[in-house]
């Protein structure tokens, strides 16, 4: 596959071939496409130029043998406890910025691109922010918030991530 000037690949194991220019063996697919972009003068680097058991392709993780994308297990921690940290504001100070609000909004809508069935998890983020635009204003951290992002991370914490297709048969 690819992508602007990446390209990553999933090929069978004893399909590769050698590509001199990194000295590395990879997919022989891969190792055309890079051939042919030498031959054409597009400039490419070889950090961009990724394939193996699993890829990471735009911050997630692609792992073609059990045909799935998931977040990296640290950023999935990462992303847990700061919903854990955003809802353990102490009574008479739960609040937070709608900075804050739209920060840990943002984060969680990428993690929906391996995981999309999460989205209601973000119900009353989105309704206490509805309108807002003081990104210093404090806003109150209310049950429902709580609540959605509680729900949100019981399944984060369990999800397999986006299971593409399930293979019979690889050839």
Partial sequence: MVYIDDTFSAELADHISYYEPYDIFMPT???????LWDHIGLPHERPKQISGPTLTVIGFDVDPNTMTFTMPELKRAELLAAMREFCAVPKGGRR???????QLA???NWSFNVYPLLKPGLS???????????PDAGIFVNRGVIDDLSWFSR???NSTGVHLIESLEWE
């Fill in 29 to 35: 697919p891969q190792a055309e496409t890079l051939r």
């Fill in 96 to 102: 937070h910025s709608l900075r804050n609000y739209w």
């Fill in 106 to 108: 943002g984060w969680i």
């Fill in 124 to 134: 009353h983020v989105y309704e206490k922010t509805k309108g807002k635009t003081n």
């Fill in 155 to 157: 399944h984060l914490s």
